[in-house]
């Protein structure tokens, strides 16, 4: 298969998986997991076609076949939910937009960019819709993301959250007043993913404030 034909097969698996993500539960640790269960099936087989595809045009061990495969498995314990489609369909965006610009080697830029800022339009989407819980743990996935990507570009070592914004501190890539924010909006985060009784206590004031941090503060880090 040519590169046109790839990218038309590529397409196909973009609009399948955006009418999969459509009956799955937004949030990852939803109460309501049956719709999650019932599309396991469904999700597997769009899983296998698009690994088959990139497993064919780029190989067993290129970031392509990885990256989709590391984001489609992403924590779903046992079965797949929103999330996970939501962040495979960011990279099959940045590998046909790297198809498309015959940029298919140096393609780590356009994937952070297209990737993350389509999650954060999506936990903005989840705020307007006052679906505040996804909102919040979108928020998160993109906050502790790209913190641990941004710590792996600069040769610091990634760990926990709390560790790599220390370690990236500590080497003066970001200020105290910054690693202070990361650290409390990072919290509200958790509390949603975990729906504690602490995030009962957020203000929709502050979940705002934590996506228009992240916008701001964070996909702009160099």
């Not at 034909?5 to 049956?34: H, M, P, T, W």
């Not at 819709?129 to 710590?151: C, D, M, P, W």
Request: some cysteine.
């Amino acid at each position: 298969m040519d590169d046109k034909d790839i990218i038309s097969k590529l397409k196909e698996f973009q609009i399948e998986g955006n009418d999969l993500k459509k009956n799955l539960v937004n949030a990852e640790y939803g109460s309501d997991i049956r719709k999650n269960r019932e599309q396991g099936g469904k999700v597997e087989s769009w899983r296998g076609k698009c690994l088959n595809l990139l497993k064919l045009k780029f190989g067993l061990n290129s970031i392509h076949f990885n990256d989709f495969k590391n984001k489609i498995d992403r924590n779903h314990e046992g079965y797949y939910n929103q999330v996970n489609v939501d962040l495979a369909l960011g990279v099959l965006s940045w590998i046909i937009d790297a198809l498309e610009s015959g940029a298919t080697e140096d393609l780590f830029y356009k994937r952070e960019i297209i990737l993350f800022d389509d999650l954060l339009k999506q936990a903005y989407e989840f705020y307007s819709q006052n679906l505040e819980l996804a909102s919040a743990i979108y928020g998160r996935i993109v906050l502790e993301t790209i913190i641990k990507e941004f710590a792996s570009k600069n040769s610091i070592e990634v760990g926990s959250f709390e560790q790599t914004i220390i370690n990236l501190r500590k080497k003066e890539k970001i200020t105290i007043p910054v690693e202070h924010s990361l650290r409390a909006h990072y919290k509200i985060g958790s509390d949603a993913a975990h729906n504690s009784k602490e995030f009962e206590r957020i203000s929709s004031q502050e979940i705002k404030n934590m996506l228009d941090f992240i916008r701001d503060k964070v996909l702009t880090l160099e």
